[in-house]
């Protein structure tokens, strides 16, 4: 008979587009099985076989995910696709979220399907497969993972159904259907995926990672599966987040070993399209998110033009096994780090080296901010892009040569057309020359612990070079958008130009040479910039990036305090931050200023609240805005109404008896985990671990409950 499999993808990574050939063939075994996945689909829009085990509405949304994750939705008909929706019952939640996803998928409206679903919530938080129908986890695993995808995200309604899931999870890490069945591998994948997207929203880390290592307890010897749709499943949900790629790679050789040599597997749609989901992601994905791990993240600029700094390397002592180089706008990133002390290392060509020291927590997202290089005193710094004239196109391979008194340095640029030459101080020629481009020079009188600009644009030896002209654009550093109302100050003419609505500028009437220029606009800092014009043609600025003007000596945090089953505000809550501390109002607002450090974290606690908090990194002080949303300790008909200690105060480490009274409104049985939080005086958690001791049942107990106690 026909078993309905019900499950859901939802893959969150960058994509990069392969070349699907629909009707030929492949080495690669994703071609091969997008060919044949590619030709199930009918005219009805759906992805269908006579031999498939799931409904077609399953096997359709997996099918179309796996074409929109490695972004090639044009090579199916994702009209047919709407169409076939539309004619599907849609009444339950898992249906309901298989809509939106793919919806949203396909620029389509979601409106009346959101409205439905949300009326599957229920007040404990879980949703059910009906309005009106019992909460359960499968359907609590499908609303999450839909409610992730909309304005529902950062809501209320998503911090309720999440305390509703780790309520519900097993002692051994899993999720199952229920409180009397074993945990599940499929079930458990779902979750996992489900919760991956909250991951630095709630406190879900130690969660997540016994979920994770649920799963890789069910991987047994040799990595067999009992079908190729778990063994995907499995890979779906640890591939993002472990940077340890043994851990699956014995799943994900077996897993290839299935195809078959149609590029199918099992002849079955939703077996195929899952299979291709989880190889795609296992080439594709780079940057993991390790739920006991952390992640690290920086931008780089020139201390002396506060422009960012491209193609800079970033050294991490202990090595974290892969090269960190900053892109185009001077930001990095670095995911899967283990808790550790690191030593960070910031290295290029002309600029003095600078290192820092960075302690890494489990489950920490930090933020370094910005971290300023400045260029050796003892060279000065020539650097820019060789481009075409016409074109505008980068030119590759071109020749820079510096001349000086002592000699001549040299430098090719890269694929991108950039250079970069370390030149003694003095007066200096500059050649730049490429195949097939008429050859152009400049001079200019550098300085030692400078940095000076060259970008020329070649012509082509036909070409007959344009009068020179400067142009570029102004933006917001943080934003990325153009400035208006910015202006370009010739410093020596003090003529000036203002950029347009898209902040590009274009300034004509200059001379050759070594020339200095000032970019300002209301309410950013000022940045200069030093250039070394040819005698014609057009030299591109490319883009300048203003800050924004913050004059602080220190930081202050300030924001608001939230419940996450209502969005109520918290009243009263201790918000503690280096030392400082301080009471939420009625509106859950605090304020702390004079924060000196520039590494701390943001903790916040009320009576009857699971600790949240939040790290920041800082470059320099700010303002800034820090809102936490903590988890009610009452999960779920769950509540903690008193904990009575042996005595009021106690001594540095004097052992601690303490006496906690839950109550349990439900009628299933609950398995508890007491956590205690260590504060000072001002209310700074400084500790925070299990409580352990508890007493065991009396001997009038019944069996079963000394059997839980032990277990």
Known sequence: MDITIRGLILILFCAFPFHLNAHGSSDTPLDKGFSWLHDQQ??????????????????????????????????????????????????????????????????????????????????????????????????????????????????????????????????????????????????????????????????????????????????????????????????????????????YQNSLTWLVTQQLANGSWQNDVYSTALSLQALYLAENITLPTAPDAAVVRGRVIDGASTQPLIGIAVGFEPDVGESVITDANGEFIVQGLQPNQYTLTYASDGFLTATQSLQVQAAQLVDLGTISLTVAPTTALLSGVVSDATQGNPIAGALVEAVIAAGSIQAVTDTSGKYSLAVDQGNTVINVSANGYRSISASANLIAGSAISFSPSLYLDAEEPQPLTLVGQVMDQVTLQPISVATVTHVASSTSVSSDQTGQFSFSGLMAGEQSFEVSAPGYQTVGVSLVLPEDGVVDMGAIQLGAIEQVDTTTVSGYVFDADSGAPIAGATVAVDGFAAQTDQNGYYSIAGITSLDFVVGANATGYVYGSSSVVLSQPKNLDVNITLLRANISGLSLDAVVTDKPQYNAYERVSFMATLSNQTVRERYVRLYVLIEDALGQVIDRFPATDIPAPSDTSDPEAIAHYEQ
Do not use: C
Request: charged letters at 15%; a negative charge; aromatic letters at 10%.
């Open 42 to 247: 009918l005219a009805d829009g759906s992805f269908q076989t006579p031999l498939d085990k799931v409904a077609p509405l399953a096997a359709t949304f997996e099918s179309a995910l796996a074409f929109s994750n490695s972004d090639q939705l044009e090579h199916i008909d994702v009209s047919a696709i709407d169409v076939f929706l539309s004619q599907q019952d849609l009444q339950q939640t898992e249906g309901l979220v298989r809509a939106i996803i793919l919806k949203l998928r396909m620029g389509l409206t979601i409106d009346s399907e959101i409205e439905s679903l949300m009326l599957h919530q229920n007040v404990d938080g879980g949703f059910g497969n009906r309005a009106g129908f019992d909460s359960t986890v499968y359907d609590s695993v499908f609303a999450l993972q839909g409610l992730a995808v909309t304005q529902y995200r950062n809501a209320p309604e998503s911090g309720r159904l999440i305390a509703y899931l780790i309520d519900q999870q097993n002692q051994d890490g899993g999720f199952s259907l229920d409180s009397g069945s074993p945990s599940s591998a499929y079930l458990t994948s779902l979750a996992l995926r489900a919760l991956q997207p909250y991951l630095y929203s709630y406190n879900i880390g130690e969660e997540m990672t016994l979920a994770r290592d649920y799963l890789y307890a069910q991987v047994q010897t040799g990595s067999d599966w009992p079908s190729d749709w778990e063994a995907a499943q499995f890979l779906l949900s640890v591939i993002p987040l472990t940077t340890d790629v043994s851990r």
